[in-house]
């Protein structure tokens, strides 16, 4: 019990060079998408956070593939799934804006016509495999785990927004969007649906990757709204909420990490 399947191992290891190659197109050289990827991203924050969370992907599959135990990871699963499903659904809408006579297309579409069935295969396979919390397990603090959940609710609302609705979207963003960058940024907020899952299982060996993958793709989108700050609306709100929202989020995430690593702190199972 509580082991990762060898499938589960082998879909995760086939993706990770995907996410590595999107990422080094898209976050170190973003205007050069329209050149090098499948279809041209401005501006280029929306390339840079496409790019963020990439990298957050890969380093969640390569803890997959490490893993020895299955519980750490299985938070992942359900919303990358959505987050694959949903951007499947993205380019079959946007067909049009796509280079097709691109190799680069082709393999986007490849990733997104076949991971969403793959990463939910998987997810199905392998979730007989958990096993139940120990005794003296450390937990997320309750009030901490429903704030988490909280957080998690509110980014999957702004990415059902983002992806139902992408005009009204496209009039109040505080940077430049499209139909389609406003449904894949719609995609990528739902990623945070995995905060729901903290109220499911409160073990801190649960969330702890989570909260990895987390900080690294706001750590990055933090990095790269400074390199694009002349692409945000300065007389616009959600430019300020974006910036202390994301500043705070990384601020709190490092608080409980650095919190839950100490044996002392945390609740335990009684």
Known sequence: MDRVLQRTRAVALAIVPFLLVAFAVLYPWPGAAGRLFAWPIRPTMTAMVLGSAYLGGAYFFVRVALARRWHPVKGGFVPVGVFASLMGVATIVHWDRFQ??????????????????????????????????????????????????AFGALAGLTGLFLFVVPAGAIGVWPWALTPLTARVLGAIFCLGVAGLGVLADRRWSTARVMVEVAGVMVALMLLAGVRAHREFAAGNPLTWVFAAGFGGLLAALAILYLRMRSPADGSRVQ
């Not at 986007?108 to 939910?120: K, Q, R, S, V």
């Not at 007989?128 to 919390?133: K, L, M, T, Y």
Request: net charge neutral.
């Open 100 to 149: 097709h006579a691109r190799v680069a297309f082709w393999l986007w579409a490849g990733l997104y016509f076949t991971t969403p069935f793959l990463i939910f295969w998987v997810w199905w396979t392998n979730r007989r495999e958990d096993s139940a919390a120990e005794g003296t397990e450390p937990l997320v603090p309750l009030p901490v785990a429903r704030l988490v959940a």
